[in-house]
């Protein structure tokens, strides 16, 4: 393809802009402000959307196929070939959004997201010294393709695995830090948790066994392994993250705890005593990817109007109830985002703070000392406190100062960990609280779990209904499976919420100090518009947001 000039660039922006407009991608006036925003910055339209990935790169690549008359190639599954690894260095490639895809003889067929930008083309000629062949390419597939095949990172890996020493002795100076020798060993664990950053890991864990140590990520909930490595290593990796967390690297037969600050990032450290050494669980508390407003947290419209109504009232307990790593967290801090203005004194008390609210007082417990959230909630409750957030209900004298509180005059939050609304009902009872209390006391109760949801590009549609839920009518609904492709990971893109709400009104506080039984409560429950969260997943499903497999595998039905 011949290059074409700066006039004829800035030509073929107002084209595409026009091409966006006219099939309905953008309107009129979000095109004029991004093509006025590419003009500010000195940039071309192709670039400046890939950027800012403001539309997905199927839809630009079509686009600038169609208008240049060039084709399409798709990168779903490609492996960079070996002897084109060496053509272009891969900081070149991520930088211009370019990859090499096949040479025959003097020619190289080149992917490439922005084919208008004649200054690439030249620079490629000029690096390989070969006539090139373009083709289109999406940016989306570029990014996951370039991190599949990042051959350099994994050679950079193996030559810093070989330099690690293995002696069983550390050597540190007097602040405590490793000296230059073991500088490889500290690279390679920067490199997992820096790559995990980038891919939006929710933990790390670092296994070892006999033979080898294994690296695993939770990415959306589900574990895959990313590395293994020699065991030798193993201890060496967790002495470095012992010494990030101001851990006692000399304790090696007792469960430890801790945490420590990478790059922006809070990252909790458990470290708990294997067979085959000490295994190694890293969570990464960043959440400045998390939404906090209501309206993106997974509530349908009844479960927003109730839950919004609850976190109004001026007292009251709210309790939000799941197993571990079920998204409770991020709930309790979509309502304090909700709630959080100059006029009110919002305390939390937390195990650790994994989101940090501008205007809210928030604490860490300290168990070491003996500042247990039992202890800190009676000291801020002499605060004048409007609103407390309590990051769990673990004991009955906690949870006997929280519903004291949530009947004097302070709005309550806190979580606990039961499968159910109605699971939580019965556990503050086994924790010394009496009916009546409780009754009074609770406003609302909500039970949730994280579902994955399905990448729009890849879905396909699913005519199979299993038996288990042939119960519901799916007739006027597509169902979706997970496929698999560039943009995502094995067919999902992200979470979210499946969300069971129980708000206690007058009629269920009766029905709950009589000890009605727990049918009479559902039924009127449901008259509010109580959706269990088998129901509330089937919605997911009839919206094409989930599958039937993954539905199945959080509720474990």
Known sequence: MPSISLSQQENFSIRLANYFVNHGFLSRSIANEILSQANQHNTSLITWIATKKILPGKILAEACSTLLELPIHSLASMKILPHLVGLLPLQFMQQFKIIPLNQINKTLEIGIVDPTDHSILDAVTFQTHLNVLVNIIAYDELEKCLEQNDISKNQNNEKLIQQIHTTSELYYDHDDHLLDHDEPLIQFVNDIIIRAQRNNISDIHIEPYEKCCRIRYRQHGVLQ?????????????????????????????????????????????????????????LRLLNAS????????????AIQQRQFEEAISQPQGLILVTGPT????????????????????????????????????????????????????LRGLLRQDPDIIMLGEIRDSETAEIAMQAAQTGHLVLSTLHTNNTFETIMRLQSMGISVRCLAHATRLIIAQRLIRTLCLQCRQIDDAVPTYFSQFNFADFPRYRAVGCHACNAGYTGRTALYEILPLTPELRTHIQDNAPQKIIIEAAKKLGYLPLLDAGIQKIQHGMTTFSELKRVLEI
Do not use: W
């Not at 020699?230 to 705890?257: F, G, N």
């Not at 979509?334 to 650790?352: C, F, G, Q, R, V």
């Open 225 to 281: 392994t990313v590395n293994e490595i020699p065991v030798r290593l193993a201890a060496r990796m967790t002495t470095r993250l012992k010494i990030l967390a101001k851990l006692d690297i000399s304790e090696r037969r007792l469960p430890q705890d801790g945490h420590f600050r990478f790059q922006q990032t809070d990252i909790r450290i458990n470290i708990c005593p294997v067979l085959h050494g000490e295994k190694t669980v």
């Open 289 to 300: 990817h998390k939404s906090l407003l209501i309206t993106e947290i997974g509530m349908d």
């Open 325 to 376: 790593g079920s998204g409770k967290t991020v709930t309790l801090y979509a309502a304090l985002h909700y709630l959080n203005s100059t006029e009110k004194n919002i305390s939390t008390i937390e195990d650790p703070v994994e989101i940090h609210l501008p205007g809210i007082n928030q604490t860490n417990i300290h168990p070491r000392i003996g500042l247990s959230f039992a202890k800190i």
